[in-house]
Nanobody, 121 residues
Framework: QLVESGGGSVEIGGSLTLSCATS????????MGWFRQKPGLGREGVAA????????LYADAVQGRFTISQDNAKTTLYLQMSSLKPEDSAMYYC?????????????????WGRGTQVTVS
């Protein structure tokens, strides 16, 4: 089970940190990702992290502004977001996959949270 939290409304240029509490998976062995979905559009990858947390990947749109990280002791995934823009407004989802299949593909992930809304204005 994946449960996101930390979303909300923030001013342009502000910061938010999203959390994804996990249970029922071997957290250290899973690739983790953050995706977002805007109204009327498909889900897009924002950031991803390979098992163990040693390798991180970012979409061009968020490179340098977002940081993905994990706390293995708390089996929790984080997404630190700064310099937020209106175009970052979306529902943000946490996802997990047992392998390292295409980390940007929605279909690669077997576990999903219900999402947390981020609004930047």
């Amino acid at each position: 089970q994946l449960v996101e939290s930390g979303g909300g409304s923030v001013e342009i240029g502000g910061s938010l940190t999203l959390s994804c509490a996990t249970s029922g998976i071997t957290f250290r062995s899973y690739s983790m990702g953050w995706f977002r979905q805007k109204p009327g559009l498909g889900r897009e990858g924002v950031a991803a992290l390979k098992p163990g947390g040693g390798t991180t990947l970012y979409a061009d749109a968020v490179q340098g502004r977002f940081t993905i990280s994990q706390d293995n002791a708390k089996t929790t995934l984080y997404l630190q977001m700064s310099s937020l823009k209106p175009e970052d407004s979306a529902m943000y989802y946490c996802a997990a996959q047992r392998y390292c299949a295409d980390l940007w593909s929605v279909s690669s992930y077997s576990h999903w949270g219900r999402g947390t809304q981020v609004t930047v204005s």
